[in-house]
């Protein structure tokens, strides 16, 4: 990402790039997560992830992601 000066990396989908066996362990998710992060940080990249909704559930979007809230609850802004 730094040799092409890449700005933006979109991972579609996260449930398809990470080997989370259980999206509700929120130690798991974040685990999977650090090395996206990481990249961000070390790139200066924005980082989006593509996820899905729980499943018959309305709600504002930004709790409504599937498994654990860590997964939203990690996005940071500079």
Not at 26 to 33: F, H, I, K
């Amino acid at each position: 990402m730094l040799e092409y000066n890449i700005g933006l990396l979109i991972v579609d989908s996260l449930s398809k790039f990470w080997n989370v066996k259980n999206e509700n362990d929120a130690a798991e998710v974040e685990r999977e997560l650090k090395p996206l992060v990481q990249i961000a940080r070390d790139t200066n990249a924005a980082v989006l992830l593509i996820h899905h909704n729980r499943k018959n559930e309305k709600g504002d979007g930004l709790g409504d992601a599937r498994g654990s809230i860590v997964s939203v609850a990690t996005a940071e802004i500079p």
